[in-house]
């Protein structure tokens, strides 16, 4: 109920008249009023309304104003109604008091002084708005009592689920600390460490409870100490997530090797609030990659051993290739080309006899092969080991081969030297020169199928450079790169010539061509001729 709105108040009176001339006195208080003209209708009308006030005549027929009030009182509903008696007659206490008694709450008497009953009548009106209202208010804050409470009802149920939650989590936690193989840890965010795992107690076998502060340090090894403490401070102090290795004293006094990590737990505002870590055992890994480190180490230094081993070997197979060239074709000169000259020289003598013409004849053509023979083996001779090389040099040894080559294949060759003074190198020097430039130029020869191949060979500042370039198909691109597998001998040939002597080979296409250079750094020159036969002593 608002405070505006209306309150129904009834008036009975068996008189209609009477009940006309109390609506008249109240009609400017804008209540609702009803009407009834026996105690019968007052009641149903009681039944059907809310009713604030009942005013009624005391003196009616059947039942009186006493009456119709215990009977209203006697009702649940009707217990705070407020209930004014109308008498005509001069009431005595004791009447007034029967009238209390059955639940009248005031009275009025006749002549009705109608300021007064609309005062009383406006009285009760208020109250029971009042009244209504505060009940309304009640109910609201009920209501309101109830919802909050319901709520918080629900509330207390979510936390009692969360606490629940939690503490199956924690027992998780708890089952996962103690069945992990790792020592876990918290440390507070000044660093100090305020919980260890059971798991460090059994492995080094501290007494419980003494880990926590700087206790657990004493059992990491003396020289890791600085380390794995130094790195911490400095996490802490930048905030960076930590990782140390150091070795641990387990309760059998033997140090193993751990793995501890950390990372910062950070509040909404970013700051540390705790550091939560694991220490793992990495004892046997680090062992096993120690092991693998040395062993690589160790199977490296057999390869470079090997590798070492091998390129002598081939050194000492290309001298020793070259040393049998040059007694093969000494044997080729000096034995069978000298034999070889005496069957010429005793068939020459015997042509000066008397011979049968036949005979004669048989023995011009014997003396012909045997020419072509001594020509062969001087050849093959030259070829294996050129003399000249050991003579008169390298220069005139590459223009006789280059020379034979020419004539041989047909294809244009040109020496070029500079300078013309071309000095002479040690013998060994010379020798692998000279087998670097015929490998070179057998290539052109036998691959490149060029009309033209130009030789170069410089003495420049400390080196000595020896080009072959020619005009022919060009070379593959592995070969350029010289990736191992596609080099045959002869380029194999010339590097490892090159390499001895701390040289590099270089091939190149030319476009069109082929280009293979072989630079050697400082030589050692052997300014005068007459210092080669002590050169080559040197070089044997
Ligand atoms: N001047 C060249 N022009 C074109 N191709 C060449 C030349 N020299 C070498 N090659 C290529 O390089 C390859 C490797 O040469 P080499 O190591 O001397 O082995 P081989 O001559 O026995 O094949 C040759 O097979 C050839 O294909
Ligand atoms: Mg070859």
């Known amino acids: 109920m608002t405070a ?27 209540e609702n009023l009803i009407k009834a003209t026996s105690a019968k209708e007052a009641l149903e009308k009681l039944l059907r309304t809310d009713v604030a006030i009942v005013l009624m005549d005391v003196n009616m027929p059947e039942i ?30 004791l009447d007034r008091l029967k009238g209390y008694e059955r639940g009248a709450v005031d009275y009025i008497s006749v002549p009705i002084v109608p300021d007064l009953l609309r005062a009383k009548v406006k009285v009760f009106a208020e109250l029971h708005r009042k009244t209504r209202q505060l009940e309304t208010l009640n109910q609201e804050l009920e209501t309101r009592v109830e919802e909050r409470t319901q709520e918080l009802a629900k509330r207390a149920e979510i936390l009692e689920q969360l606490n629940l939650m939690l503490a199956h989590k924690n027992q998780e936690l708890d089952a996962i600390i103690h069945t992990a193989p790792d020592i876990i840890f918290s440390r507070q965010a000044d660093g100090s460490r305020d919980y260890i795992s059971d798991r460090f107690y059994e492995y080094t076998g501290a007494p419980p409870g003494t880990a926590s502060g700087l206790g657990w340090l004493e059992y990491v090894h003396p020289d890791d100490k600085d380390k794995a403490t130094v790195e911490w401070t400095r996490c802490v102090e930048s905030g960076a997530n930590y990782e140390a290795e ?23 505002k970013g700051e540390i ?15 096993l990659e120690q092991s693998m480190r040395e062993s690589a180490t160790k199977l490296e230094k057999m390869v470079d051993e090997r590798t070492a081993e091998l390129r002598e070997l081939s050194v000492r197979l290309m001298t020793m290739q070259d040393q049998e060239h040059r007694r093969i074709a000494r044997e080729l000169h000096d034995g069978l080309g000298q034999e070889l000259a005496v069957v010429k020289i005793v068939l020459d003598n015997a042509l000066q006899q008397d011979l049968a013409p036949a005979t ?7 003396i012909n092969i045997i020419d072509r023979a001594i020509q062969q083996v001087r050849s093959m001779s030259h070829l294996l080991h050129p003399p000249l090389l050991d003579e008169v040099g390298l220069l005139s040894a590459i223009s006789w081969y280059i020379d034979g080559l020419s004539e041989r294949s047909g294809i244009q060759t040109s020496l070029q030297v500079e300078p013309q003074e071309f000095p002479r190198l040690p013998p060994d020097l010379e020798t692998a020169i000279f087998r670097i430039v015929q490998e070179a130029l057998t290539n052109v020869f036998r691959h490149a199928g060029a009309n033209n191949v130009w030789i170069t060979l410089a003495q420049r500042g400390v080196q000595t450079i020896v080009t072959v370039r020619d005009d022919g198909r060009g070379i593959g691109a592995k070969i350029v790169e010289l990736q191992p597998e596609s080099l045959g001998v002869g380029i194999r040939g010339i590097k490892q010539r090159a390499k001895e002597f701390g040289g590099e080979l ?7 061509g082929t280009i293979v250079q072989v630079v050697i750094p400082s030589p050692i020159v052997c300014p005068d001729t007459t210092l080669v036969d002590e050169c080559a002593q040197a070089g044997k």
Not at 67 to 88: D, G, N, V, Y
Not at 360 to 366: D, L, N, Q, S, W
Not at 506 to 512: K, T
Request: hydrophobic share 40%; charged share 30%; aromatic share 8%.
């Open 246 to 268: 150091y070795r641990m004293r387990s309760r059998d006094k033997l140090y193993r090797w751990f793995r501890a990590r950390a990372v910062p737990i950070r509040s909404e």
């Open 64 to 93: 009186d104003g006493f009456e119709l009030a215990s009977m209203i009182r006697q009702h649940p509903r009707f217990q705070k109604t407020a209930i004014i008696l109308i008498s005509a007659v001069n009431l005595t206490d």
């Open 273 to 287: 609030v705790r550091w939560y870590g694991t220490c793992s055992d990495i004892h046997d890994s680090k062992l």
């Open 506 to 512: 270089h091939v190149s296409n030319a476009n069109p």
């Open 360 to 366: 004669k004849r048989a023995c011009g053509e014997v």
């Open 4 to 30: 505006d709105e209306k309150v129904n108040i009834l008036l009975v009176d068996d008189q209609p008249a009477k009940l006309l001339s109390y609506e008249v006195m109240l009609e400017e208080l804008r």
